[in-house]
T-cell receptor, first 116, second 113 residues
């Protein structure tokens, strides 16, 4: 089954304790991205990756890092989490390539993070 | 900077009604517009994608229209069912940010039996 998976689905942590949220897709998609969803603000893009070893900032990159060492994986790293990073996080992917403007993005199930 | 607005924020209707959800965007230079459905505690499911050159797309009981020049899209749901209860999000792709989607804040729909 074609899907985007995220782990963990729920996470409670404390300020300053480094954490990683994993994202994996099995569709051989080139493009992957991370969004956060907050009440009243909608979904906002954090980082995106056009392909292996190619990443760039989205609208709200502060406090986050990403890496794209393999095509299927795009982990989101919070080096020193703070309470304002409490949010619902989504990973998304799409095929990429020459038809990028016509593509549907596929989303993972989300990771709910609480930083105390 | 692209901004996407969805009205109403919440909608409650009895089963069987036809309904319209609205989405407006400030920058008409878009590549496409996508409607998603989000169920509580779940991810986003893509419903319809309309290319900038298209006027509408249909899938089953759903019909989405796009008027790029006026910066508007509507999602029409025919003969609503309780299973349609969810939050509906529209998102536009275009301008700077290449593959980035700019989302509205959604319309929360409740269809009562």
């Amino acid at each position: 089954e074609a899907q985007v998976t995220q782990n963990p689905r729920y996470l409670i942590t404390v300020t300053g304790k480094k954490l990683t949220v994993t994202c994996s897709q099995n569709m051989n998609h080139e493009y992957m991205s991370w969004y956060r969803q907050d009440p009243g603000l909608g979904l906002r893009q954090i980082y995106y990756s056009m392909n292996v070893e190619v990443t760039d900032k989205g609208d709200v990159p502060e406090g986050y890092k990403v890496s794209r060492k393999e095509k299927r994986n795009f982990p989101l790293i919070l080096e020193s989490p703070s309470p304002n990073q409490t949010s619902l996080y989504f990973c998304a992917s799409s095929l990429g390539g020459s038809g990028w403007d016509q593509e549907t993005q596929y989303f993972g199930p989300g990771t709910r993070l609480l930083v105390l | 900077k692209q901004e996407v607005t969805q009205i109403p924020a919440a909608l409650s209707v009895p089963e069987g009604e036809n309904l319209v959800l609205n989405c407006s965007f400030t920058d008409s230079a878009i590549y496409n517009l996508q409607w998603f459905r989000q169920d509580p505690g779940k991810g986003l499911t893509s419903l319809l994608l309309i290319q900038s050159s298209q006027r509408e797309q249909t899938s089953g009981r759903l019909n989405a229209s796009l008027d790029k020049s006026s910066g508007r899209s509507t999602l029409y749901i025919a003969a609503s069912q309780p299973g349609d209860s969810a939050t509906y999000l529209c998102a536009v792709k275009g301008g700077t940010g290449f593959q980035k989607l700019v989302f509205g804040t959604g319309t929360r729909l409740l269809v009562s039996p």
